[in-house]
T-cell receptor
Framework: GENVEQHPSTLSVQEGDSAVIKCTYS??????FPWYKQELGKGPQLIID?????GEKKDQRIAVTLNKTAKHFSLHITETQPEDSAVYFC????????????FGPGTSLSVIP | DGGITQSPKYLFRKEGQNVTLSCEQN?????MYWYRQDPGQGLRLIYY???????QKGDIAEGYSVSREKKESFPLTVTSAQKNPTAFYLC???????FGPGTRLTVL
């Protein structure tokens, strides 16, 4: 069935360094790829998304890249800060079918001061 | 919290009891969703509703029930038929774009 893999499962970086989280998806019809940040005890928060008609999108210290041919997409966080520590989830869906959003298992990011 | 209110934040249930989790939204959106989150796993869809008085099963609907009598409300009932109900339950609107704060259910 449809699947989204996410790596690594845990990631520790020094404050100021960059963090990269990678995801792969199996449904070639997927065209919408959101990323979420979840702090402890809270619901996930959409932080950035990308659609299949673009290869890269940036928002301040966060960027996402998409390689449709390889069915890969990645989240890049630059100049990490302690408040970036959280669990990050990637997801994939066909934008017309929000009921078919498939989530990755999550990456626990720790930013060490 | 994405315009969604969930209550209670923590819920404890004895085995064999049904329990209902509340989800309310104030942004007049049609589509509402319930997800389940287990440690180390991604979110899994339980039920969703695109319109009042209509709802569809997601990937893990067994042991759960929902109703959608009003546009702003989409309560989830965890029944005694759910074999492993201890989890974090999240309500969302507009697909998976906006989530509520969640309810943590523990079966004693």
């Amino acid at each position: 069935g449809e699947n989204v893999e996410q790596h690594p499962s845990t990631l520790s970086v020094q404050e100021g360094d960059s963090a990269v989280i990678k995801c792969t998806y199996s449904d070639s019809a997927s065209n919408y790829f959101p990323w979420y940040k979840q702090e402890l005890g809270k619901g996930p928060q959409l932080i950035i998304d990308i659609r299949s008609n673009v290869g890269e999108k940036k928002d301040q210290r966060i960027a996402v890249t998409l390689n449709k041919t390889a069915k890969h997409f990645s989240l890049h966080i630059t100049e990490t800060q302690p408040e970036d520590s959280a669990v990050y989830f990637c997801a994939a869906s066909r934008e017309t079918s929000y009921d078919k959003v498939i989530f990755g298992p999550g990456t626990s990011l720790s930013v060490i001061p | 919290d994405g315009g969604i209110t969930q209550s209670p934040k923590y819920l404890f249930r004895k085995e064999g009891q049904n329990v209902t989790l509340s989800c309310e939204q104030n942004l007049n959106h049609d589509a509402m969703y319930w997800y389940r989150q287990d440690p180390g796993q991604g979110l899994r869809l339980i039920y969703y509703s695109q319109i009042v008085n209509d709802f569809q099963k997601g990937d893990i609907a067994e042991g759960y029930s929902v109703s959608r009598e009003k546009k702003e409300s989409f309560p989830l009932t965890v029944t005694s038929a759910q074999k492993n109900p201890t989890a974090f339950y999240l309500c969302a609107r507009r697909g998976a774009q906006y989530f509520g704060p969640g309810t943590r259910l523990t079966v004693l």
